[in-house]
């Protein structure tokens, strides 16, 4: 190793000879922090040449011994000026820096604490804290970033006894620089401290250990030190190791608790962590630990994986991310059981239950009020597929598996070869809980050997700004929670899911592993899922209706969600050609429970309550539309559902003048979105109202209803909401010059927002306001106007760059031409939005097509 410092092209050795013999010639505290600083900056400045060098392997290793040099050259230098010529042998000085944390352990990243702790021993004669105190301050002034602790050599087992943080950072001391008698001695305590109360410390440290697994579940932005899978789990290892066996080297184990290939694959992939993590810091120029979607290019190119195709990159990137903290995630879990069950530190079965527990092949189940889980003894042995398929059909439902279940899986060949391995897998799909086993094979890197179509969507990331997981661990979660529909809050959709016959599940539960199956593919994944489906299904010997059908289902996975959200649900042109895609009532079933697993799955709380009401209202519409697929007019449909309201209990009960009135009532819309029940109370109200009156409900998402006579400033009011996001918007023209006004919102309000936001809506019947939205950027391109979508509405469609004040800008314009918007739907999807409004053609329609276009445009400089 050689330096470019101060003294120009010399050895390590040399230069750090000559450069402690400087700092005793200079004349002040200030002239050696100078010095030390210059120093640690030229390392600073090199470091990303260094990285580059070899691409960051072993870099943070060398890190550290880095920091040791410089660190000890603060203390040399601060003992030099405390002793001058009467400078002892510092072996003679009572004290000593040691590294603790990542630093400890050598694996010290870029912008990572320097983690110290400064034993010193009380003896007469020497100053000892205050030197301490002058060596910290000349470190921090050289910008060394020192987090520090201060501990006489007697109290450390009494202070590790005071926190299990304090204990564990002590278990990774190193020795840097100063006494190595007192080092000596030190180690002895912390030999002390590895003894005491092991137990304690093991399962505390397990259960810390489950809580952050619950705390960082696996995303496309995982976090590679505290995640699953990340450093923090091989720290965690590497503790459990050295306190139970005093074992510093996991190596040192093979052939114990796991052999060379699984600890070879595990050291590799905890390596790769550690040269990302460094060029994360480097890229970053500060402390991050997650890996960010907006980093990926950069860090890509830092460790060297650019191409001509810099997508390409990212991907692989991410998806080498995601196989490595997998594979450090399941070798730790495995060893780390395995470790806890022999030493006792795990509750313990009795011998009468491990009796009735026993199953053939060295399998236990055991079962308690809650769940069932199956361990497996000798997890070393293999299985064979078709008889653990076997034993799994032998059980009521599919139970949880253990760690020693997923490694025998991970030693297993599991192709499904034979007739009868098929058919028991397909058995096996039938059976409750049966995502348990693909879970199991997923976790043990099985589950493209089983079913080989999936093989290529392993740990595939997902860059759309929708998906939180990689498409296999979203296919899974989908499976779940499909499954889940047999205890779960949704009635309707639980109903329907239990009244579907045995070849119906079974292509439901093919579909939801298919679905996303054509992904990673240069084609769209629906057409390659199709394909692929069709081709596979043979072989769970479904019929050739269903082979077709789930095809199709396949390739219109999307179809539902997209028109549910995006379209008008209640246009006869958009329900025919829905209807027409499906074909049969019967396929707007399953798709509708792949639609709730695919979408639930897409992230926590992505299904909620409004995107339910939503396919719900849409697969109500789309059935009666199987029923009859002629298109009718707004006009037919209007007198339709008037003709039903008349004979409705809600509306006879009504004054006969309300009647009337309602019946007056021109939108279509009115009388085909609302229930006679919505529409007698929303009429009754009216009825009252002199000026305005609104309600704000913020039960599941925020919405707002409004009914006024007097002028609504609706841009005022959207842009004054523009805080929230809208998820639509209806507006209806009712009687006596009364207006209707109801929006939705994605979200819940604060309650410390809930008075505020009620000031805001009595502010917008102050027509001389304006709304203070910041003024978007809208190209002619990006609108797309139908206006010819009905007899009574046209449409407008905007697909531009999401941007704040949006829906208050066309809000805005509308009111400035006199139109008035019958419906909107807003929706964002990978940063834009999909925004569409139905208008009503009166007159101000008919005279200003081409103006209101020109109008809604804004910004755009072409």
Not at 149 to 177: N, P, Q, W, Y
Not at 281 to 296: F, G
Request: hydrophobic share 40%; aromatic share 10%.
């Amino acid at each position: 190793m050689y330096s470019f410092g101060y003294f120009g092209y010399l050895k390590e050795g040399q230069m750090q000879e000559l450069f402690e013999e400087s700092l005793t010639d200079l004349e002040d505290e200030l002239a050696v922090s100078k010095a030390i600083k210059g120093e640690v900056r030229h390392y600073m400045e090199g470091l990303e040449e260094k990285f580059d060098q070899n691409l960051g392997r072993h870099f943070s290793y060398r890190h550290a011994r880095e920091m040791d040099r410089l660190v000890a050259f603060v203390y040399k230098a601060v003992i030099r000026r405390y002793f001058k010529e009467y400078l002892p042998p510092l072996n003679h000085v009572p004290l000593v820096f040691i590294a603790l944390g990542s630093y400890g352990r050598e694996q010290l990243s870029v912008h990572s604490d320097i983690d110290l702790m400064i034993v010193y021993k009380e003896v007469g004669g020497y100053n000892l804290l205050e030197m301490i105190e002058k060596m910290i301050h000349i470190g921090w002034d050289c910008g060394l970033k020192i987090s520090h602790r201060v501990h006489e050599v007697g109290e450390l087992l009494e202070v590790s006894r005071s926190d299990i943080t304090i204990k564990t950072s002590f278990l990774e001391a190193r020795f840097i620089c100063g006494s190595k008698i007192l080092y000596m001695e030190t180690e002895a305590r912390i030999e002390q401290i590895r003894k005491d109360n092991k137990e304690g410390f093991l399962r505390e440290k397990y259960l810390e250990y489950l809580e952050r697994h619950k705390k960082f579940e696996a995303s496309m932005e995982p976090n590679i030190k505290e995640g699953r899978g990340g450093i923090r789990d091989a720290n965690m290892l590497f503790w459990v190791l050295y306190v139970l066996y005093n074992v510093k080297n996991p190596k040192e184990m093979e052939g114990q608790l796991y052999d060379e290939e699984r600890y070879r694959d595990f050291r590799s992939s905890l390596e790769f962590l550690f040269r990302l993590r460094d060029a994360m810091h480097l890229v970053n120029q500060k402390k991050n630990d997650t890996l960010n979607l907006e980093l990926l290019p950069f860090v890509a190119k830092k460790l060297g994986m650019e191409s001509q195709d810099s997508s390409k990159d990212q991907f692989g990137l991410a998806k080498k991310t995601l196989l490595c903290m997998h594979e450090i995630e399941h070798f730790c879990a495995y060893v780390l059981r395995q470790i806890y069950r022999r030493h006792g530190l795990l509750p313990a079965y009795s011998w009468r239950e491990r009796k009735e527990a026993r199953q053939e092949g060295g399998l236990f189940l055991f079962k308690s009020s809650s769940s069932e889980r199956l361990y497996a003894r000798g997890a070393l042995k293999r299985f064979r597929i078709g008889e653990f398929l076997g034993k799994l059909l032998e059980l009521e439902t599919i139970p949880e598996m253990s760690e020693g279940v997923v490694e025998r899986l991970h030693r297993s060949k599991l192709t499904l070869s034979s007739k009868k391995e098929r058919e028991r897998f397909k058995e096996l799909l039938l059976k409750p809980q049966s995502h348990r086993f693909f879970r199991a094979l997923y976790e043990a890197g099985k589950l493209g050997e089983v079913l080989p179509p999936l093989a290529k969507i392993r740990h595939l990331p997902q860059f759309d700004g929708y998906h939180a997981y990689p498409v296999d661990l979203h296919t899974l979660k989908a499976l779940e929670i499909l499954e889940a529909l047999e205890r779960d809050s949704h009635p309707f959709l639980s109903e329907l899911y239990g009244s579907l016959d045995q070849e119906s599940l079974l292509l439901l539960k093919l579909l939801v592993l298919f679905h996303d199956a054509g992904k990673g593919r240069s084609r769209d994944h629906h057409l390659v899922g199709e394909t692929l489906f069709k081709s596979w299904s043979k072989r769970f010997l479904l019929s050739e209706e269903s082979r077709e059908r789930g095809g199709l289902l396949v390739r219109f996975h999307t179809l539902m969600s997209s028109v549910a959200q995006k379209q008008d649900i209640y246009s006869e042109e958009v329900l025919l050609e829905f209807v027409s895609r499906l074909k049969e009532p019967e396929n707007l079933d399953l798709l509708l429970l792949l639609t709730y697993a695919d979408v639930s799955a897409v992230s926590p709380g992505r299904f909620n309550k409004f995107i339910e009401k939503l396919l719900l209202e849409l697969y109500k519409n789309a059935k009666a539309t199987f029923e009859k697929r002629e298109l009718l007019g707004d006009a037919t449909r209007k007198l339709k559902r008037l003709d039903l309201l008349e004979r409705s209990a809600e509306f006879l009960a009504l004054p006969s003048p309300l009647r009337q009135k309602i019946r007056q009532i021109a939108s279509p819309l009115f009388f085909i979105k609302l229930t006679p029940a919505q529409i007698a109370e929303l009429s009754k109200k009216a009825l009252g109202v002199e000026d305005f009156c609104f309600e704000v409900e913020n039960q599941d998402f925020l919405s707002v209803s409004i009914l006024r006579r007097q002028e609504l400033n609706l841009g005022y009011l959207l842009g004054k909401l523009s805080i929230f996001n809208v998820a639509s918007m209806e507006i209806f023209k009712m009687f006596d010059g009364i207006k209707y006004f109801h929006i939705e919102f994605l979200e819940k309000a604060e309650e410390d927002e809930m008075e505020r936001l009620r000031e805001i809506i009595s502010e917008s019947f102050d027509m001389t306001r304006h709304p203070k939205a910041p003024k978007p950027t809208i190209l002619k391109k990006d609108i797309i106007f139908e206006p010819n979508h009905s007899e009574s509405y046209a449409e407008i469609r905007l697909n531009t760059k999401n941007q704040k004040g949006i829906l208050a800008h066309v809000a805005s314009v509308f009111d400035a031409f006199g139109i008035d918007i019958a419906s909107a739907k807003i929706m964002t999807i990978k940063e834009r939005t999909r925004d569409w409004f139905l208008i009503e053609k009166n007159e101000a329609f008919f005279g200003h097509q081409g103006e209101l276009v020109k109008a809604i445009a804004i910004n755009d400089k072409k």
